[in-house]
């Protein structure tokens, strides 16, 4: 499933990218990468979406978070 389909809450992992190298790039230097444990801060229809990662708070756009492939984490 993509970022922008997950929910509040949510944990998931980073498992792709459908965007070209500049994208990919961009979100390697925020810290989302393939591997990485995600959890949806907040998310609206007009405002980007808040992710925190490894303790930290990353603001991206819905048009990013829509490149990102992710699963949901078993508890």
Known sequence: ???IETSMDQQVTVKGFTGGSNLV???YKLGIKEGVSV???KKS???P???EIN???VAIG???AA???VEEEKE
């Open 1 to 3: 499933m993509k970022l």
């Open 25 to 27: 790039s961009k979100l």
């Open 39 to 41: 959890k949806i801060k």
């Open 45 to 47: 229809n007009i405002c």
């Open 49 to 51: 979406i808040l992710l």
């Open 55 to 57: 303790g930290s708070t």
């Open 62 to 64: 819905r048009g990013m």
């Open 67 to 69: 490149k990102i492939i």
